[in-house]
C-alpha cells in the first residue's frame, strides 16, 4: 500500500501539471483533471466534440507540461494505415529493405479528427493502443515509452465521418467533451495573450522520470474489497438487460479512480473516487447497451441506483 505522505507529496506534484495546462486552456480545470487522470492511469483519451472549442490545444499543452514528444496526424479519408505506423522502402545502395518510422513513433500522439479516416485505417492504431508496438512487414516494432494517444473526433451527425467500431473504442479509457467555455472564462480568452505564443513558452512541469514515478505510485493505491464489491455490483448492474460492461471496462474504471485518489492526495480508493470517473470511462463503452438512452445517460442512472457499501 502506497504510504499516506507519498501520495500528498504526488498530489501537489500532479496539481503543478493541472496548474500549468490551466493557463491555457480557461475555465475547464475539471476537463483537464479528468484528461491527466486518463494519462496517470495509462489510458488513451478520446475528445468528441464540435471545432474550435480547444481539443488539438489542450493535447499540445499537456504534452508540453509533461515534456513529452509530440506529434499530429491529421485524419483524412484517404489516409492509409502506412501513412501513420510507416513502411518499408528499398534502399538502392544496401540493396535491401529499411524501415521508415511513422508519426506514431511518439511520445503523445494526437489523432485529429479520427472519425473522418475510413475504419481500416482507424484499426491500425489498434495494436499500438493495446500493446505500445506495430508490427510492420512481418517485424515488431516497439513504441516510445510512456506512449499516449489523444484522439479527437466530430460528432457523427456531421457530414464525411465514420463512426469507429466498439472494439476502437473500447481501447479508449475516457470520452471527454471540452464544450464551449464559459461567459468569464471566454472574456479572458478574448482579452488575453494569444494561446499559441503562450503554449510556445511554455516550460515543462514535470520530467518524463517523475511521470514514471506517478504512474507506478498510481498502480499502488489500496482498493478495499468492499470497495471491489461496489465495482462489481455497478458491472453486473449493466449487464441486467445483456450486452453490458466488458471485464476491461471494469479494470479501467478501476485504474481510473486509482489516479483520482491519488491527484486527490489519497492513498486509498473511495467509493467517490469511481463516482467521478465512471460516467467518463463507461459512457463510450454503454452506447450500444443503452435502449432509448445515451451511453452517458445510462451510466449516470447505473451509479444513482447502485448502493454505495
Excluded at 466534440?49 to 499530429?72: C, E, H, I, N, Y
Amino acid at each position: 500500500m502506497l504510504p499516506a505522505a507519498t501520495a500528498l507529496q504526488a498530489s501537489q506534484q500532479i496539481e503543478t501539471i493541472i496548474a500549468s495546462v490551466s493557463q491555457i486552456i480557461l475555465g475547464k480545470e475539471n476537463v483537464v483533471r479528468l484528461a491527466v487522470t486518463c494519462l496517470l492511469a495509462r489510458g488513451h483519451l478520446l475528445f468528441e466534440d464540435q471545432p474550435g472549442v480547444g481539443k488539438t490545444m489542450l493535447s499540445q499543452a499537456l504534452a508540453q507540461a509533461l515534456g513529452l514528444g509530440f506529434r499530429r496526424v491529421q485524419f483524412t479519408s484517404d489516409l492509409l494505415p502506412a501513412d501513420i505506423l510507416g513502411a518499408s522502402v528499398y534502399d538502392r545502395d544496401t540493396a535491401a529493405f529499411h524501415f521508415h518510422r511513422g508519426p506514431v513513433f511518439t511520445q503523445v500522439l494526437l489523432a485529429d479528427e479520427i472519425n473522418r479516416a475510413t475504419p481500416k485505417t482507424q484499426s491500425a492504431l489498434l495494436e499500438a493502443m493495446e500493446e505500445g508496438k506495430i508490427t510492420a512487414d512481418g517485424s515488431t516494432h516497439p513504441l516510445p515509452e510512456p506512449f499516449f494517444v489523444i484522439a479527437t473526433q466530430n460528432p457523427s451527425s456531421q457530414i464525411g465521418t465514420f463512426m469507429l467500431p466498439e472494439s476502437q473504442m473500447d481501447r479508449f479509457l475516457m470520452r471527454l467533451a471540452l464544450g464551449v467555455p464559459d461567459r468569464t472564462a471566454e472574456r479572458a480568452l478574448l482579452e488575453g495573450q494569444e494561446r499559441r505564443e503562450m503554449l510556445r513558452a511554455m516550460q515543462p512541469a514535470m520530467t518524463f522520470l517523475e511521470l514514471q514515478q506517478l504512474q507506478t505510485w498510481t498502480r499502488a493505491v489500496y482498493a478495499s474489497p468492499a470497495l471491489l464489491d461496489y465495482l462489481q455490483d455497478l458491472l453486473a448492474a449493466s449487464r441486467v438487460q445483456g450486452h453490458g460492461l466488458s471485464p476491461r471496462a471494469g479494470l479501467s474504471v478501476l485504474a481510473s479512480a486509482r489516479a483520482w485518489a491519488l491527484l486527490s492526495g489519497r492513498a486509498m480508493v473511495l467509493p467517490e473516487d469511481i463516482q467521478a470517473v465512471a460516467v467518463v470511462v463507461m459512457g463510450h463503452r454503454l452506447e450500444h447497451a443503452a435502449d432509448g438512452m445515451t451511453g452517458v445517460e445510462l451510466a449516470r442512472q447505473l451509479i444513482a441506483e447502485t448502493p454505495v457499501p
